[in-house]
C-alpha cells in the first residue's frame, strides 16, 4: 500500500490523491500538517527519498522567504524546522516501500506507481 504524505489545502496533492482513487490504487493518506513528522520520522523519509532535506524544502512558501531564506542551517537544524513548520515540505510525497518520491508531476506519480 502506498502511503501519501498530504497537504489538504494542496492541490497538488488533492490531484494524486484523485488520481490513485480513481485508478483503484490501494493508499493511505498521513495528514502531515495535522500530524507533523518528527526529525526521526524525517530522517527515514529522506533516507526513502535519497535525497537531502534541502529537496524538500518549499522555498516559496512566505516562511521560509521571510524567516529562513538567507540563513545557513545543518540538515539536523532544517530537519528540526520542519519538524515544527511542517507546511515547509514539500508535498504530496509518495512512500511505497523502501522508497518514497515527491509526487510532481503527476507522470512521475505514474511511473512510481506502475514500478
Request: proline fraction near 5%; aromatic fraction near 8%; hydrophobic fraction near 40%.
Amino acid at each position: 500500500m502506498i502511503k501519501v504524505l498530504h497537504h489538504p489545502s494542496c492541490s497538488k496533492s488533492r490531484g494524486v490523491l484523485e488520481y490513485l482513487d480513481e485508478n483503484g490504487v490501494a493508499f493511505e493518506v498521513i495528514d502531515y500538517i495535522e500530524e507533523p513528522l518528527s526529525v526521526n520520522e524525517l530522517k527515514a523519509l529522506l533516507k526513502k527519498l535519497n535525497r537531502s532535506v534541502h529537496a524538500i524544502i518549499r522555498k516559496e512558501e512566505m516562511l521560509y522567504t521571510t524567516k529562513y531564506a538567507d540563513r545557513d542551517f545543518s540538515e539536523e537544524e532544517w530537519m528540526a524546522i520542519l519538524a515544527e513548520n511542517p507546511e515547509l515540505i514539500q508535498r504530496p510525497i509518495l512512500i511505497k516501500g523502501p522508497v518514497a518520491m515527491i509526487g510532481r508531476p503527476l507522470d512521475n506519480v505514474k511511473y512510481f506507481i506502475d514500478k
